[in-house]
């Protein structure tokens, strides 16, 4: 009997390695992997097609999906972590000297306000840094993945023909999130980024999860044992790839914390229910989703 095949969206990682290649195969179905380079542009596909039946998705895009009924369930599954001390910059001419300085000014906002590492670097900046944000007015370069999302109203568009980044250059904006600029101008507003994520992943735990693996519904519903064997597989070609792990950064991890990509819920339960907190906080739900009814059991 032929299994199903099943479209998919996902990143050649090491630890997707084996399943991009075929080593690692789950038992219920088949992969047909469509190569997307450019990942978000699977995640909106996804949300505004169900293009994919399983697909790589930001954890936030997903969080919002679900609060608006969209068709696809997660798998407790973490493919992409990241720290997120060293994605506010600012302009050093601007007058801002620490980050409470952001308050009463307009601070740019690579694409989406709903983007996962715009999520995680305003809560650096709320819980470690006091600062309070409401009282900061969020602009826009792009729009969201979940089209019926509303925002906040201190949440704006971007409102000139010049992009984030001249902007912030020309110091028009005095800092923003998710924005690369060559200027020596332009610097992290919190200083040793890197020690700084390490420090709070010691010190409290603080190893945030950017994407997670979803499936469409009804595909789920179609065959009740695929979410468990999805998991499987994704922890088998995980297992497989931590002899050769090279990233520099996991490599910091596991010198931490052991298994550098932790997957499952029990095991993330605390970075689960941080995001959430989070995207109540900033106006991305309206009420707190309990984590049972985001992840498929596996």
């Known amino acids: 009997m032929d299994l199903p095949r099943l479209k998919t969206a996902l990143v050649t990682r090491g630890h997707t390695q084996a399943l991009k290649d075929g080593t690692v195969r789950p038992a219920t179905c088949a992969f047909d992997f469509e190569e997307v380079p450019v990942i978000i542009k699977a995640f909106r596909r996804m949300v505004r097609g169900l293009e994919f039946d399983v697909c790589e998705m ?5 969080i919002c999906a679900r609060a608006h009924g969209k068709r696809f369930t997660a798998i407790p599954v973490f493919p992409m972590r990241a720290f997120h ?25 690579n694409r989406g306000y ?7 670097a305003r809560a650096i900046l709320q819980h470690e840094h ?19 999302w509303q925002p906040p109203e201190n949440v704006v568009p971007l409102d000139s023909d010049r992009s984030l980044d001249e902007l912030l250059a020309a110091g028009d904006i005095p800092a923003a999130i998710s924005v690369h600029v060559d200027s020596p101008e332009v610097k ?4 040793n980024a890197a020690d700084a994520g390490l420090a709070a992943l010691r010190s409290r735990g603080l190893w945030p999860i950017n994407h997670t693996i979803v499936v469409k519904d009804e595909v789920l519903n179609a065959h009740p044992d695929l979410a468990a064997d999805l998991y499987r597989a994704f922890v088998e070609a995980k297992r497989l790839s931590m002899d050769r792990l090279d990233d520099p950064l996991l490599l910091k991890v596991r010198d931490v914390i052991g298994d550098p990509l932790p997957y499952g819920v ?13 995207a109540q906080e900033q106006g991305i739900i309206r009420r707190a989703i309990p984590l049972e009814k985001l992840f498929a059991a596996v």
Do not use: F
């Open 85 to 109: 001390h060293g994605a506010v910059v600012y302009n050093t001419r601007s007058g801002i000297r620490g980050p409470q300085d952001l308050e009463g000014r307009r601070v740019g906002v």
């Open 130 to 148: 006091g600062v309070n944000l409401g009282r900061v007015t969020w602009v826009l370069s792009g729009d969201e993945h979940v089209a019926e």
């Open 58 to 62: 930001a954890i936030t895009t997903y």
């Open 266 to 278: 029990a095991e993330n339960r605390q970075m689960l229910d941080a995001i959430v907190q989070h």
């Open 114 to 120: 709903t983007v996962t590492t715009g999520v995680w």
């Open 188 to 191: 992290p507003l919190i200083p």
